[in-house]
């Protein structure tokens, strides 16, 4: 069973008139689910010690200061932010958790997680990008605190460099960050020689391509380094920062994936996710800004992820 997990809230995060990560991204991610049944689960906002995991307190209380000050950007970074993009924030890192929750319960084999503002911009202590907290990095410190998980993986497919999620894991062995990205690129960082340090020496492993890669590159990347390497390291859940702005098309990346490489993508990840964590895995929306595009592949993606019946959990209520 698959849990496909999207609060509304997400709408209320309005970032003005002609910003690419807009109100129309969530619907467009949600109109790649079609026409399946929904059911109902409680949305629920992350709590200050959940954001805490990752986030310094000195950041979390500056980002809620500077919303509440009404503050078109946060004072830490580049974030576009509104009234409700504090409150809008900590619901998307809860309802990342509940997607947690339901894969390790086994109320489902996986999880995706239709969330804004994204995350993997978003370091221990400023907000970048478009992101103000690292939604997928707070799944990973949740699993391990409230299951027990001792290794996670996370692999991010967006165009754009996790830099947040690889800053806040590259002295810590326990979590491996797998990238692929457009490189030279917005944020600047992702090179091959960063690789992790101290107890996470080697449990980073950067791809950098050019402008212009496509399917045998990055699928390439996913197979031939990525796979390998978890039978080594052999991860107790599986997360993927699902950003699909890596789309051919994508007006904030050069990448050439179509809808079909995102699925094979997907059934690499379940791969591993089968041979490691029994099945045990959890994708969270990052970019896709070409909002025809978004509504493909976020389609492509849940039908992989299905394999037979789909079962989709509307958070609803917000």
């Not at 039978?231 to 079909?260: K, M, Q």
């Not at 070409?290 to 992989?304: N, P, R, Y």
Request: glycine share 10%; proline share 6%.
């Amino acid at each position: 069973m698959t849990a496909l997990l999207a609060d509304p809230i997400a709408r209320r995060h309005d970032t003005g008139p002609g910003h690419p990560e807009q109100i129309a991204r969530w619907d467009a991610a949600v109109r790649g689910l079609g026409d399946h049944a929904l059911s109902g689960v409680a949305p629920r906002a992350a709590t200050f010690d959940e954001l805490a995991l990752c986030h310094t307190p000195s950041y979390i209380r500056s980002a809620e200061r500077d919303v509440k000050a009404g503050r078109g950007l946060l004072s830490t970074g580049d974030t576009d932010i509104c009234p409700a993009s504090y409150h809008v924030a900590l619901h998307a890192a809860g309802l990342c958790m509940n997607g947690v929750d339901m894969v390790m319960r086994g109320d489902a084999d996986n999880a995706f997680c239709i969330v804004r503002p994204p995350g993997h911009h978003a370091t221990p202590n400023r907000g970048m990008g478009f992101c103000l907290f690292n939604n997928i990095a707070i799944s990973a410190r949740y699993a391990q605190q409230r299951y027990g998980v001792e290794r996670v993986l996370i692999a991010d497919w967006d165009v754009h460099h996790g830099n947040g999620t690889q800053d806040i894991f590259y002295e810590d062995g326990s979590v491996f960050f797998f990238s692929t990205h457009q490189s030279p690129w917005y944020p600047g960082t992702g090179d091959s020689d960063e690789t992790g340090e101290g107890p996470g020496k080697s449990t980073t492993l950067n791809c950098p391509f050019p402008a212009g890669t496509g399917r045998n590159e990055i699928l390439g990347a996913f197979r031939e380094k990525l796979f390998p390497v978890m039978d080594e390291f052999r991860p107790d859940l599986v997360l993927i920062s699902a950003g699909f702005d890596s789309r051919l098309g994508d007006p904030l990346g050069h990448f050439r994936l179509t809808d079909p490489d995102f699925a094979e993508l997907t059934e690499v990840m379940m791969e591993i996710s089968d041979k490691h964590s029994e099945g045990r895995l959890v994708s969270v929306l990052e970019g896709g800004y070409d909002l025809s595009g978004l509504t493909k592949s976020v389609s492509s993606h849940v039908e992989a992820l299905c394999r037979t019946e789909l079962d989709i959990i509307d958070v609803i209520g917000s």
